[in-house]
Protein backbone atom coordinates (compact mmCIF):
# COMPACT_ATOMS: atom_id res chain seq x y z
CA UNK A 1 0.00 0.00 0.00
CA UNK A 2 2.85 2.04 0.88
CA UNK A 3 3.85 1.73 -3.13
CA UNK A 4 7.59 0.59 -2.54
CA UNK A 5 7.91 3.39 -0.18
CA UNK A 6 9.30 2.80 3.37
CA UNK A 7 6.39 5.62 4.27
CA UNK A 8 3.20 7.15 3.18
CA UNK A 9 4.97 10.38 3.70
CA UNK A 10 7.81 9.94 0.99
CA UNK A 11 4.83 8.21 -1.03
CA UNK A 12 3.05 11.42 -1.21
CA UNK A 13 5.65 13.61 -1.39
CA UNK A 14 6.32 11.59 -4.87
CA UNK A 15 2.85 11.91 -6.06
CA UNK A 16 2.53 15.10 -6.28
CA UNK A 17 3.51 15.59 -10.09
CA UNK A 18 0.26 13.41 -10.29
CA UNK A 19 -1.88 15.30 -7.67
CA UNK A 20 -1.34 18.47 -8.71
CA UNK A 21 -2.04 17.04 -12.76
CA UNK A 22 -4.96 15.86 -10.71
CA UNK A 23 -6.22 19.05 -9.71
CA UNK A 24 -5.87 20.71 -12.55
CA UNK A 25 -7.30 18.15 -15.26
CA UNK A 26 -10.71 18.82 -15.81
CA UNK A 27 -10.23 22.41 -15.03
CA UNK A 28 -7.10 24.16 -16.62
CA UNK A 29 -6.91 23.96 -20.32
CA UNK A 30 -3.66 25.05 -21.53
CA UNK A 31 -4.26 24.85 -25.23
CA UNK A 32 -7.59 26.69 -25.32
CA UNK A 33 -6.37 28.60 -22.25
CA UNK A 34 -9.11 28.33 -20.18
CA UNK A 35 -9.81 27.68 -16.31
CA UNK A 36 -13.08 25.77 -15.87
CA UNK A 37 -14.43 25.55 -11.98
CA UNK A 38 -18.36 25.30 -11.89
CA UNK A 39 -17.94 25.90 -8.49
CA UNK A 40 -16.53 28.91 -8.32
CA UNK A 41 -18.73 29.95 -11.58
CA UNK A 42 -21.84 29.89 -9.77
CA UNK A 43 -20.46 32.84 -6.93
CA UNK A 44 -18.13 33.75 -9.78
CA UNK A 45 -20.31 37.45 -8.73
CA UNK A 46 -19.54 36.92 -5.32
CA UNK A 47 -16.07 36.93 -5.32
CA UNK A 48 -15.85 39.47 -7.33
CA UNK A 49 -17.16 41.99 -6.03
CA UNK A 50 -16.10 41.04 -2.63
CA UNK A 51 -15.14 43.79 -0.12
CA UNK A 52 -12.40 41.01 1.19
CA UNK A 53 -11.74 37.29 0.86
CA UNK A 54 -11.31 35.98 4.52
CA UNK A 55 -9.42 32.75 4.69
CA UNK A 56 -9.82 30.37 7.67
CA UNK A 57 -7.85 27.26 8.35
CA UNK A 58 -5.26 25.51 10.49
CA UNK A 59 -1.82 24.34 10.22
CA UNK A 60 -0.28 23.51 6.58
CA UNK A 61 -3.81 24.74 5.40
CA UNK A 62 -3.31 28.06 7.17
CA UNK A 63 0.26 27.99 5.11
CA UNK A 64 -1.69 27.36 1.99
CA UNK A 65 -4.09 30.28 2.78
CA UNK A 66 -0.93 33.00 3.27
CA UNK A 67 0.12 32.52 0.12
CA UNK A 68 -2.98 32.90 -1.63
CA UNK A 69 -3.03 35.99 0.28
CA UNK A 70 -0.12 37.41 -1.53
CA UNK A 71 -1.75 36.17 -4.58
CA UNK A 72 -6.06 37.36 -4.38
CA UNK A 73 -4.18 40.73 -3.75
CA UNK A 74 -1.63 41.00 -6.36
CA UNK A 75 -3.91 39.75 -8.78
CA UNK A 76 -7.45 40.47 -8.02
CA UNK A 77 -6.75 43.91 -6.22
CA UNK A 78 -9.08 42.27 -3.72
CA UNK A 79 -8.43 42.76 0.40
CA UNK A 80 -7.51 39.60 2.07
CA UNK A 81 -6.97 37.86 5.76
CA UNK A 82 -5.60 34.89 6.67
CA UNK A 83 -7.29 33.76 10.06
CA UNK A 84 -6.32 30.86 12.39
CA UNK A 85 -9.83 29.06 13.20
CA UNK A 86 -8.71 28.79 16.67
CA UNK A 87 -8.37 32.54 17.18
CA UNK A 88 -11.23 33.66 14.38
CA UNK A 89 -14.43 31.37 16.24
CA UNK A 90 -13.72 32.88 19.40
CA UNK A 91 -13.44 36.51 18.48
CA UNK A 92 -16.11 38.59 17.61
CA UNK A 93 -15.65 38.95 14.15
CA UNK A 94 -16.97 41.58 12.23
CA UNK A 95 -18.92 40.45 9.40
CA UNK A 96 -19.98 42.44 6.51
CA UNK A 97 -22.24 41.72 3.64
CA UNK A 98 -20.19 41.23 0.88
CA UNK A 99 -17.34 39.44 2.91
CA UNK A 100 -16.33 35.54 1.24
CA UNK A 101 -15.06 33.48 3.80
CA UNK A 102 -12.55 30.84 2.25
CA UNK A 103 -12.23 27.58 4.74
CA UNK A 104 -9.23 25.30 3.38
CA UNK A 105 -8.90 22.49 4.99
CA UNK A 106 -7.08 18.75 4.00
CA UNK A 107 -9.69 16.42 6.14
CA UNK A 108 -12.75 18.88 5.88
CA UNK A 109 -13.22 17.73 10.15
CA UNK A 110 -10.86 20.18 11.70
CA UNK A 111 -13.15 21.32 14.67
CA UNK A 112 -12.07 24.72 14.88
CA UNK A 113 -12.27 25.81 11.11
CA UNK A 114 -15.89 23.98 11.24
CA UNK A 115 -16.82 26.13 13.75
CA UNK A 116 -15.46 29.27 12.41
CA UNK A 117 -17.25 28.60 9.44
CA UNK A 118 -20.52 27.68 10.74
CA UNK A 119 -20.25 31.07 12.85
CA UNK A 120 -19.59 33.12 10.03
CA UNK A 121 -22.64 31.55 8.21
CA UNK A 122 -24.81 32.27 10.41
CA UNK A 123 -23.66 36.17 9.98
CA UNK A 124 -23.99 35.88 6.80
CA UNK A 125 -21.22 35.65 4.82
CA UNK A 126 -20.47 33.08 1.89
CA UNK A 127 -18.73 30.53 2.48
CA UNK A 128 -16.55 28.51 -0.24
CA UNK A 129 -14.43 25.46 0.75
CA UNK A 130 -10.92 23.99 -0.10
CA UNK A 131 -11.03 20.88 0.67
CA UNK A 132 -9.66 17.38 -0.02
CA UNK A 133 -11.80 14.94 1.25
CA UNK A 134 -14.85 14.63 -0.42
CA UNK A 135 -18.23 14.40 1.56
CA UNK A 136 -16.23 15.64 4.60
CA UNK A 137 -18.30 17.96 7.20
CA UNK A 138 -16.75 21.16 5.79
CA UNK A 139 -17.41 20.12 2.13
CA UNK A 140 -21.23 19.69 3.27
CA UNK A 141 -21.23 22.85 5.52
CA UNK A 142 -19.77 24.95 2.43
CA UNK A 143 -22.37 27.04 0.06
CA UNK A 144 -19.78 25.91 -2.75
CA UNK A 145 -16.16 25.18 -3.32
CA UNK A 146 -13.50 23.39 -4.98
CA UNK A 147 -11.91 19.77 -4.30
CA UNK A 148 -8.15 19.51 -4.25
CA UNK A 149 -8.13 15.99 -5.81
CA UNK A 150 -5.03 14.73 -4.29
CA UNK A 151 -6.25 11.57 -3.00
CA UNK A 152 -6.03 9.98 0.80
CA UNK A 153 -3.49 11.28 2.73
CA UNK A 154 -2.37 8.95 5.14
CA UNK A 155 0.95 10.16 6.92
CA UNK A 156 0.17 13.01 9.42
CA UNK A 157 2.39 15.77 7.93
CA UNK A 158 0.55 17.33 5.54
CA UNK A 159 2.39 17.59 1.63
CA UNK A 160 0.58 16.86 -1.61
CA UNK A 161 -2.64 17.73 0.12
CA UNK A 162 -0.74 21.68 0.81
CA UNK A 163 0.09 21.55 -3.14
CA UNK A 164 -3.34 20.52 -3.85
CA UNK A 165 -4.53 23.55 -1.79
CA UNK A 166 -2.25 26.01 -3.74
CA UNK A 167 -3.19 24.84 -7.15
CA UNK A 168 -6.88 25.14 -6.47
CA UNK A 169 -6.48 28.59 -4.63
CA UNK A 170 -4.24 29.52 -7.44
CA UNK A 171 -6.87 28.75 -10.18
CA UNK A 172 -9.94 30.59 -8.16
CA UNK A 173 -7.74 33.73 -8.16
CA UNK A 174 -6.84 33.74 -12.01
CA UNK A 175 -10.38 33.42 -12.77
CA UNK A 176 -12.20 36.09 -10.64
CA UNK A 177 -8.83 38.25 -11.65
CA UNK A 178 -10.08 37.94 -15.32
CA UNK A 179 -13.38 38.47 -14.61
CA UNK A 180 -12.31 41.40 -12.73
CA UNK A 181 -10.07 42.77 -15.07
CA UNK A 182 -7.04 42.85 -12.70
CA UNK A 183 -5.04 41.10 -15.02
CA UNK A 184 -5.00 41.23 -18.54
CA UNK A 185 -6.05 38.24 -21.07
CA UNK A 186 -1.88 38.02 -21.69
CA UNK A 187 -0.78 37.76 -18.10
CA UNK A 188 -3.83 35.15 -17.58
CA UNK A 189 -2.62 32.81 -20.35
CA UNK A 190 0.74 33.02 -18.98
CA UNK A 191 0.34 32.02 -16.08
CA UNK A 192 -1.86 29.05 -17.10
CA UNK A 193 0.57 27.88 -19.54
CA UNK A 194 2.90 28.01 -16.30
CA UNK A 195 0.60 26.53 -13.79
CA UNK A 196 0.53 23.45 -16.35
CA UNK A 197 4.16 23.28 -16.50
CA UNK A 198 4.29 22.85 -12.69
CA UNK A 199 3.81 19.03 -12.37
CA UNK A 200 6.87 18.17 -14.71
CA UNK A 201 8.79 20.88 -12.89
CA UNK A 202 7.88 19.39 -9.36
CA UNK A 203 9.31 15.97 -11.24
CA UNK A 204 12.70 17.42 -11.49
CA UNK A 205 13.09 18.43 -8.11
CA UNK A 206 12.09 15.01 -6.77
CA UNK A 207 15.00 13.62 -8.35
CA UNK A 208 17.11 15.21 -6.40
CA UNK A 209 15.78 13.06 -3.55
CA UNK A 210 19.41 11.65 -2.71
CA UNK A 211 20.98 15.11 -3.06
CA UNK A 212 18.72 15.89 -0.40
CA UNK A 213 19.47 13.10 1.61
CA UNK A 214 23.02 13.74 1.81
CA UNK A 215 22.19 17.20 3.36
CA UNK A 216 19.66 15.46 5.65
CA UNK A 217 22.92 13.90 7.22
CA UNK A 218 24.88 16.53 7.26
CA UNK A 219 21.76 19.09 8.91
CA UNK A 220 20.25 16.35 11.30
CA UNK A 221 21.95 17.32 14.68
CA UNK A 222 21.14 20.35 14.67
CA UNK A 223 19.18 21.45 17.98
CA UNK A 224 17.52 24.38 16.18
CA UNK A 225 16.92 25.69 12.39
CA UNK A 226 15.93 28.86 10.97
CA UNK A 227 13.98 29.20 7.65
CA UNK A 228 13.94 32.59 5.78
CA UNK A 229 11.88 34.00 2.73
CA UNK A 230 10.08 37.02 1.61
CA UNK A 231 6.94 37.28 -0.47
CA UNK A 232 5.29 34.56 -1.69
CA UNK A 233 7.81 32.07 -0.01
CA UNK A 234 7.17 33.75 3.78
CA UNK A 235 5.18 31.26 3.88
CA UNK A 236 7.21 28.30 2.53
CA UNK A 237 9.83 29.38 5.46
CA UNK A 238 6.39 29.16 7.97
CA UNK A 239 5.61 25.39 5.89
CA UNK A 240 9.85 24.02 6.09
CA UNK A 241 10.11 24.99 9.23
CA UNK A 242 6.31 23.22 10.78
CA UNK A 243 7.46 19.90 8.77
CA UNK A 244 10.84 20.11 10.30
CA UNK A 245 9.35 20.26 13.90
CA UNK A 246 6.33 17.89 13.32
CA UNK A 247 8.77 15.32 11.72
CA UNK A 248 12.17 15.71 13.55
CA UNK A 249 11.64 17.29 16.82
CA UNK A 250 14.13 19.86 15.73
CA UNK A 251 13.06 23.46 17.14
CA UNK A 252 12.66 25.52 14.18
CA UNK A 253 10.96 28.65 12.41
CA UNK A 254 9.99 30.61 10.11
CA UNK A 255 10.27 34.08 9.23
CA UNK A 256 10.01 36.46 6.86
CA UNK A 257 13.72 37.21 6.33
CA UNK A 258 13.42 40.87 7.05
CA UNK A 259 12.13 40.21 10.16
CA UNK A 260 15.09 38.22 11.59
CA UNK A 261 16.93 41.72 12.38
CA UNK A 262 14.16 42.26 15.23
CA UNK A 263 14.82 39.41 17.34
CA UNK A 264 15.93 35.87 15.84
CA UNK A 265 19.22 37.11 14.33
CA UNK A 266 20.45 36.93 17.94
CA UNK A 267 20.04 33.13 18.00
CA UNK A 268 22.67 33.06 14.87
CA UNK A 269 26.05 31.18 15.54
CA UNK A 270 28.31 28.35 13.36
CA UNK A 271 26.04 25.65 15.20
CA UNK A 272 22.64 27.27 13.17
CA UNK A 273 21.44 26.43 9.82
CA UNK A 274 19.74 29.15 8.27
CA UNK A 275 17.42 27.78 5.18
CA UNK A 276 16.88 30.60 2.74
CA UNK A 277 14.53 30.39 -0.08
CA UNK A 278 16.28 32.54 -2.03
CA UNK A 279 14.41 31.97 -6.08
CA UNK A 280 14.40 34.54 -8.61
CA UNK A 281 12.02 36.71 -7.95
CA UNK A 282 11.02 40.89 -7.09
CA UNK A 283 12.62 40.04 -3.21
CA UNK A 284 15.49 38.22 -4.66
CA UNK A 285 18.29 41.29 -4.09
CA UNK A 286 16.26 41.49 -0.59
CA UNK A 287 17.16 38.17 0.03
CA UNK A 288 20.58 37.88 -0.73
CA UNK A 289 21.28 40.85 1.89
CA UNK A 290 19.78 39.41 4.54
CA UNK A 291 21.91 35.93 3.54
CA UNK A 292 24.94 37.74 3.92
CA UNK A 293 23.90 39.28 7.60
CA UNK A 294 23.20 35.81 8.15
CA UNK A 295 26.94 34.00 7.06
CA UNK A 296 28.42 37.46 8.68
CA UNK A 297 27.22 36.03 11.60
CA UNK A 298 28.69 32.76 10.74
CA UNK A 299 25.26 30.76 9.83
CA UNK A 300 25.09 27.76 8.03
CA UNK A 301 23.18 28.59 4.86
CA UNK A 302 21.45 26.09 3.11
CA UNK A 303 19.84 27.97 0.18
CA UNK A 304 16.58 26.72 -2.52
CA UNK A 305 17.80 28.71 -5.83
CA UNK A 306 16.82 28.71 -9.40
CA UNK A 307 20.28 27.69 -11.53
CA UNK A 308 22.76 29.97 -12.46
CA UNK A 309 22.19 32.30 -9.19
CA UNK A 310 26.25 33.00 -8.91
CA UNK A 311 25.24 35.44 -5.45
CA UNK A 312 23.78 32.37 -3.60
CA UNK A 313 26.50 30.19 -4.61
CA UNK A 314 28.91 32.36 -3.04
CA UNK A 315 27.16 32.81 0.00
CA UNK A 316 25.21 29.40 0.65
CA UNK A 317 26.95 26.35 2.61
CA UNK A 318 24.73 24.20 0.40
CA UNK A 319 21.94 24.61 -2.17
CA UNK A 320 19.20 23.08 -4.07
CA UNK A 321 18.33 24.04 -7.57
CA UNK A 322 14.68 24.35 -8.14
CA UNK A 323 13.06 25.02 -12.05
CA UNK A 324 12.14 28.47 -12.58
CA UNK A 325 8.83 29.72 -12.93
CA UNK A 326 6.35 32.45 -12.09
CA UNK A 327 6.88 33.64 -8.73
CA UNK A 328 3.50 33.64 -8.14
CA UNK A 329 4.05 29.87 -8.45
CA UNK A 330 7.21 29.22 -6.90
CA UNK A 331 5.82 28.14 -3.73
CA UNK A 332 4.37 25.23 -5.38
CA UNK A 333 8.13 23.95 -6.29
CA UNK A 334 10.07 25.70 -3.48
CA UNK A 335 7.86 23.54 -0.38
CA UNK A 336 9.11 20.33 -1.88
CA UNK A 337 12.51 20.21 -0.90
CA UNK A 338 11.53 21.54 2.24
CA UNK A 339 9.44 18.18 2.35
CA UNK A 340 12.16 15.74 1.94
CA UNK A 341 14.44 17.26 3.81
CA UNK A 342 12.03 17.38 6.96
CA UNK A 343 11.17 14.13 5.57
CA UNK A 344 15.16 12.40 5.64
CA UNK A 345 15.75 14.20 8.53
CA UNK A 346 13.24 12.64 10.28
CA UNK A 347 14.25 9.39 9.28
CA UNK A 348 17.94 9.72 10.02
CA UNK A 349 16.85 10.57 14.16
CA UNK A 350 15.22 7.04 13.43
CA UNK A 351 11.50 8.65 14.15
CA UNK A 352 8.33 7.43 12.99
CA UNK A 353 7.31 10.21 10.35
CA UNK A 354 4.07 8.51 9.52
CA UNK A 355 2.81 8.98 12.94
CA UNK A 356 4.53 12.19 15.03
CA UNK A 357 4.37 11.95 18.60
CA UNK A 358 1.36 14.08 19.93
CA UNK A 359 -0.32 14.40 16.40
CA UNK A 360 -3.20 13.65 15.24
CA UNK A 361 -3.73 13.50 11.33
CA UNK A 362 -7.33 15.04 11.95
CA UNK A 363 -7.87 17.40 15.04
CA UNK A 364 -11.49 17.20 15.68
CA UNK A 365 -11.58 18.49 19.24
CA UNK A 366 -10.48 21.96 19.65
C1 LIG B 1 0.83 19.79 9.31
C2 LIG B 1 -0.53 19.32 9.42
C3 LIG B 1 -1.51 20.11 10.22
C4 LIG B 1 -2.80 20.32 9.43
C5 LIG B 1 -3.86 21.01 10.29
C6 LIG B 1 -5.12 21.31 9.51
O1 LIG B 1 1.60 18.95 8.53
O2 LIG B 1 -0.88 18.33 8.86
O3 LIG B 1 -0.95 21.33 10.62
O4 LIG B 1 -2.50 21.07 8.31
O5 LIG B 1 -4.18 20.20 11.39
O6 LIG B 1 -5.73 20.15 9.05
P1 LIG B 1 -6.81 20.19 7.90
O7 LIG B 1 -6.16 20.71 6.69
O8 LIG B 1 -7.26 18.76 7.76
O9 LIG B 1 -7.92 21.09 8.36
Not at 10 to 31: N, S, V, W, Y
Not at 79 to 93: G, H, I, K, L, Q
Not at 291 to 307: H, L, S
Request: charged share 25%; net charge negative.
Amino acid sequence: EKGGFDHFMLKEIFEQPTTIHDCLRGRLDADKGTITMSGISKYAEQLTNANRIVMVACGTSWHAGLVAEYIFEELCRINVEVEYASEFRYRNPVIAPGDVILAISQSGETADTLVAIENAKKQGAIIMGIVNVVGSSIARLSDTGAYTHAGPEIGVASTKAFTGQLAVLTMVALKVALEKGTITHERFLQLVRELNAIPEKVAKILEQNDAIKALAEKYKDATNCLYLGRGYNFPVALEGALKLKEISYIHAEGYPAAEMKHGPIALVDSELPVIFIATKDSYHEKVISNMQEIKARKGRVVAIINEGDKQSIALADDVIVVPETDEILAPMLNCIPLQLLAYHIGVAKGFDVDKPRNLAKSVTVE
